[in-house]
């Protein structure tokens, strides 16, 4: 309590008989300084409830929501168009599959801050995206902008293994013709290596797969596990060797042993259901996934969670569950309202 008004209330509480109307007085007085001082109190209490109740766009986009994030960048840009509020509101559109809507977010933040690895790698990745979808001609002048910009991320930002794991890829699936090359890939793998060891034998893993030595392959992939120390990202890329290979038994014994080892990175839950769905594996065990990553508090930006709702929805559907699917359907649309996934698994389970 506050010193002076415990001395007030102290003086109140102590009045000599025949001092009533003072000690009236007194204790109003008391009653108002206490009021007056509790005001601070409830002010602060009324604004950590308000910080707690509004989400940041990166908070909205991990959760998510990114209807909620592109109408709150949206109007962030129009008092404050700001890099980072450029490059947020792209990676908003890239969760909603909306590579064009996109792609003009991503390059104004990269020239507004172009020496921003960030940026670059954002911009990189959408391109992709694009080219992935694209006719070939189109595809082709698209790769080479999705090398330029991985290759700036990687300059401007040399120790980002995420960066140099993307470029390291595009070497890996690109034609020499738009700047492809295994030996470039090989090379970013010695770079990745000091940053991220995990990484680096997933790349050397991928070279051996591209070059048909399966053994190493797979030699590196379970590197790759020992590295992360028995990490669920680790394990889920074997399991996607083994796919690759039909080696489908293998791939769910990959799995289930993710399923028990320690979390690294959340988004491996919902990439293990969606490798059981287009596989026709283990709908319990993709749905044991896709409950567990939705309900805890660690879903991220790499894996939307109305995305996984959408899956979930695909996986109970498969079994039969028509009304479970369809709250799932309208669960991932109440998060992204115009997602035509979510759209069309609704309209096959009813309303």
């Known amino acids: 309590m506050n010193s002076v008004h415990h001395r007030l209330c102290h003086s109140a ?51 998510g929501h990114p209807d909620q994030a592109v109408q709150t960048l949206q109007r962030q840009i129009e008092t404050a168009p700001t890099a980072e509020a450029y490059n947020l509101l792209c990676r908003a559109h890239f969760e909603l ?18 020496h921003n690895g960030l940026y670059h790698l954002w911009l990189g990745r959408i ?50 013709i738009v700047g492809g090359g295994k030996d470039k890939a090989r090379a970013e793998a010695g770079l990745i290596a000091p940053l991220n060891p995990e990484m680096a034998h997933w ?49 769910e014994d990959a799995l289930r042993t993710m399923e028990s080892r320690p979390l690294d990175n959340s988004a491996a839950l919902v990439d293990g259901a969606r490798m059981l769905q287009r596989t026709g594996r283990d709908n319990a065990m993709g749905i044991r996934f896709l409950r567990r990553y939705i309900a805890s508090s660690n879903t991220v930006e790499e894996a939307p969670a109305f995305k996984a709702h959408c899956l979930l929805g695909e996986l109970l559907e498969k079994q039969g569950d028509r009304p479970a699917a369809a709250d799932e359907y309208r669960t991932a649309l109440e998060m992204a309202g115009n997602f035509s996934v979510a759209e069309d698994g609704l309209k096959r389970v009813g309303r």
């Open 127 to 176: 391109y992709g995206e694009k080219a992935a979808r694209a006719a070939f001609f189109s595809a082709a002048s698209l790769a080479k902008k999705v090398r330029a910009e991985f290759e700036r991320a990687v300059q401007y930002a040399p120790d980002d293994w995420k960066a140099r794991t993307d470029l390291a890829e595009f070497y890996l699936e690109a034609p020499g």
């Open 203 to 251: 790349v050397i893993a991928r070279l051996a797969e591209k070059n048909k030595d399966y053994a190493t392959a797979e030699r590196e992939y379970r590197a790759a596990i020992e590295a992360s120390h028995g990490g669920a990202r680790a394990w889920l890329n074997l399991a996607g060797f083994y796919r690759h290979m039909n080696r489908l038994d293998e791939m």
């Open 97 to 114: 599959d909306a590579w064009d809507a996109g792609i003009p977010d991503c390059e104004k933040a990269a020239s507004l801050a172009p």
């Open 13 to 63: 509480l102590g009045r000599r008989p025949g001092e009533e109307s003072a000690f009236l007085t007194a204790r109003l007085a008391c009653s108002l300084i206490q009021s007056l001082l509790l005001l601070p109190i409830l002010s602060l209490s009324l604004a950590a409830s308000s910080a707690v109740a509004v989400e940041t766009p990166q908070d909205l986009l991990a959760d």
